[in-house]
């Protein structure tokens, strides 16, 4: 038909397809033409010109659905001829929609999907026609051919994903992963679906998102056990370990690592078992289990050597120095890392000489070599940019972040945490992105921008809760705490730390359990409750040496040297600190052994040993020059400031002061700086200059309040208030001490409270309102109070509290005595005394009651006749005599002419050392004096000496007398006996002695005896009849010293004290303990149970302790003190129930002299329950001491109380030519109780 229509007609017919509506017939017959023309020019090779003809047809559009096809289907393989596959695909596409089961047409699409490398696309074109023709041999070739183009795909799909993996792109490496996952389904590749399961879980696992790689790992095992894969199982075990160790549950993850070891075990896969034990190792090491994980780590070293796995060896290097890093043993970590290192280079492996750079880094960073660090990490750096690792990159700009923040340089550590951060994100690596924001808030946190640092953290814990992260998000709670701490804001700190150890406990990381301990123990540090921050820290310390963190056992020592720095107990906080030390040195830890040196430092200068301190405050500069710690180097500046200032070199400190503020300054540390401004004011104020200092003050002020530093911003309340006190600008002093006042309350600070409080006090006592005063007063005193009765039974502590805060005590009676309330003001002063003895003497006389007796509740009644209670406020001593109950006369006595208490105190010290050199002139007999009152600075003694004393040719003895009787000797005449309540250094004061204008002894008309405090005696009195002993004797005298190499020297024996005791114990008819059995351990078994102790030896001259015949033990031929030291604590710890207790040893009645009392061994037995105690305030003669206790013991024989015996004794001694002069008669004190003893019972 074609052949007899012309081409004018065909065109014209064509033409008018879209206007004439034609007979379909006709169209049919042209579409037909066109069919089958192009097939003859596809017969001829004409390949294009049939698809003209069949374009031609198509373009007829006839009504003929299977025609078009036939058309289509022939242009398809047109095109499929000239390799045009897209055109074909589609036009194979278009035959299907009209005629499904056109066979050829089918084929023809699965083979141009075939050549576009489509094989997806082509199955499905293929199982079409397989359904049609389940037999078709050229279907079935190509179906197989499809599962092994696309199986190459898959596993270049996957290699491909690896390698971007590697290099920390994980993104794309996920995209890789998805598309093997899709054709191993396609294809019903279970085991390379698995694999890609298995690919896709570490690829979110690298991206931090641990949950989802669970979900795939889980998958993959699914799919393992499924097809029998014993290897795949086990591998995703030890992926699912993996990722559950990301999100901080260790213990989850060790099980799982357990059992990727037994199945590699079981199938005989040695590598796969060490990479299993490595695995372990490293959840170990997370749990703070580090000796664990060196057991596992070194078992997967052995494996990798014994079946030639270097990279498996380098990596067992590498993990075994990370163990030693956490121990804190940086030296042996480095030698780890070091043949890492070597290996990961000798088989060419750069991304794993990388990552040992990085932890070489490291190392040399725990050790404080920060710029050594900042090398390696520089390094890591390279190599991460030069292989591509994006991950790598950020981890190294992250770790030289870490170095310059311990540099001090804390801007340059922001940029490189910045850095990281970006990466983070770029890659969606969301873990890192919450660690980098972790890091920021650290560093901020060093620059004092406290609140900054808190909104990092809080990113970095919303990140850790989205990705599940917990042991990132327990960090991001430590971090929270940390930065609350340095707002001042102690309790927040508090409840985000225990929130961190609740997870820590959770998860079971004993060493973030420990960091904890240690975070914890720092905010109540900074609360001032002392006791709660030392159960803190010594719980961190047991878990530092339970899990052997070296570096955490030092840094704990470090911190409970600064808790007893807290409390006052100085000489416990040198030894804390030289422990930190010694584990710096032995770690080779140079900044924390910087660290210790200032910490000691602090210790010295609170011992008022400023030269000691400024040594070491330099040594601390030294190092942290040498390490280049900024932030140390501006610390030990302001250390060394404070320390002259102490030492009165108030330019010289400045000078120190103004090099931290420029530090300061230079690195951005704006806490830093506040601080430096306050010390700057402080020593402006000191050198009067109060414009100057108010400026300064005014400026830390300022940064306190824009850092959020609410104790900072107290503090300069308070010191602002003390500059406008000192100039009487009284009104503003209680602005600002009321300011010091609510921001304590508001942080929880007690001690703060406490403190503010008693200034408040002094403010109102300038303005002469004397009612506010004592409220403010009696507030302070009674927070004080719970204070220390919160330290418990501690006694040390208390002791040293009470000493630090003694303002309040003695505002409170002050103001009672100015508003004429002379009782009042007494019981005040009583409130104040012997504290922590009152407490101990409660636990053994009435140890069922919990509530300690107070000085308001003490009753005058019972009170002696005669009793003198001494106090002194700045150059004055005040005495109440009590004459009866309702009878309590006061007297006031300005000494010389002094301005100030300190000079009052060091003149009646010096006056008790004049005395004992004047005794001992006076006879052949030497005497030890004991060193004045360190505190007593160089200052005040050559104040001292300018002072225009009245000096009189009168002996110490007789000054002493004109001091303390001669003011009250009208109110003591007419009485026996005299019962003294002291203060301070009239404690030593040999009363016996003192002589009047006439040269009589105060103990020619009085028996004299010694009372800590009315309630000491109050609490002996209101005992249980039953409880002090009326029987038994316990005799010792003449230790055997010959082993005793005591302060370098050797014992001489004591044979007269051997007589001593063997005299008494024929009057009692008992058998002494004398020689080698009187041990230490001997008179502790025994000490408890008798009603009379008596014990010539020689006692230490600074406690009064007494060194007795050391304990014997076969392998210790050279013992200790504590084998032959009888202690305070001993004693204390032992309880006594004697009547009466003689230590008829040297310097038994010494110790020093606190706001407790003294604090010596006579304190400790009467706190250990002795009802009385004789002492002696010097040392005497074998000889004489033998004469005194005959005449002593014969009056007590005779029923005569001990304060009787004890006068008698002294003037029976005195009336022997030989023993007349004072040195021999008048040590002896008798301090407590007035006993008598029946020796027919004893």
Partial sequence: IFSVISATEKSQVTSSDAELEEDDDLLREIAKACLEEGNKEYRQGEANNAINSYTEGLQVNCKDKRLNAK???????????LENYVECLDDATVVVQLEPTLIKAIKKGARACVELCLYKEARSWLHMGLAIENDDKRLLRLLRKTKANLIVIANSSSNLGNAYQGLGQFTTAIQYHQRHLEIAKEVGDKAGEGRSYCNLGNAYQGLGQFKTAIQYHQRHLEIAKEVGDKAGEGRSYCNLGNAYQGLGQFKTAIQYHQRDLEIAKEVGDKAGEGISYGNLGNAHRSLGQFKTAIQYHQRHLEIAKEVGDKAGEGSSYGNLGNDHLCLGQFKTAIQYHQRHQEIAKEVGDKAGEGISYGNLGNDYQGLGQFKTAIQYHQRHLEIAKEVGDKAGEGGSYGNLGNAYCSLGQIKTAIQYHQRCLEIAKEVGDKAGEGGSYGNLGIAYNGLGQFKTAIQYHQRHQEIAKEVGDKAGEGRSYGSLGNAYDGLGQFKTAIQYHQRRLEIAKEVGDKAGEGGSYGNLGKAYNGLGQFKTAIEYHQRHLEIAKEVGDKAGEGGSYGNLGNAYQGLGQFKTAIEYHQRHQEIAKEVGYKAGEGRSYGNLGNAYGSLGQFKTAIEYHQRHLEIAKEVGDKVGEGGSYGNLGNAYEALRQFKTAIQYHQRHLEIAKEVGDRAGEGSSYGSLGNAYERLRQFKTATEYHQRHLEIAKEVGDKAGEGKSYCLLGRIHQGQRELNTAIECFQRHLEISKEVGDKTGEACSLCSLGSSFERQGNLMMAFDCYYSSVELYDDIRASLQLNDQWKICYRNQHQGAYKGLWCTNLNRGQVVKALLAVEKGRAQALRDLMVTKYQPG???MPSASRTSLRWVPLSTVFIAINGPCVYFWVCLSENNIQMREVHVNKYKYENELKFFIQLLNKTVLKEISKRDTVTIENPPLDSSIDE??????IRVDVRHSQSSALKKLHDIIVTPIADLIEGNDEITIVPEGPFCLVPYAALQDSNSSYLSDSFRIRVLPSLTTLQ????????FHMKTGALLVGDPCFKHIIYEGRRLMQLPGARKEVEMIG???????????????????????????????AHGKMETGEVILAPNTTGDNPQPLEKDYLLTMKDVIEAGLRARLVVLS???????EVMAEGVVGMA??????????????????GDEGTLEFMSFFYDALSKGKKASEALNQAMKCTREIEKFKEVIY?????LIGDDVNLDFNEI
Wanted: proline share 3%.
């Fill in 939 to 944: 200052e005040v003694a050559n104040d001292v």
């Fill in 1225 to 1229: 008669w008048a040590p002896f004190v």
């Fill in 1019 to 1026: 609490l002996i009195h209101d005992c249980p009849a039953d």
């Fill in 1145 to 1151: 040893c040297c310097h038994t009645a010494r110790g």
């Fill in 849 to 851: 009651d919990s509530v």
């Fill in 1066 to 1096: 024929r009057i009692l008819n008992v058998s002494p303990l004398t020689g080698e059995m009187a041990t230490k351990d001997a008179v502790l078994k025994r000490i408890s149970s008798v009603a009379l102790v008596h014990i010539a």
């Fill in 71 to 81: 058309l289509y289907s022939n242009r398809a393989t047109a095109h499929f001829r």
């Fill in 1163 to 1180: 304190r400790a037995l009467l706190g250990a329950g002795a009802r009385s105690v004789v002492v002696t305030l010097w040392a005497i």
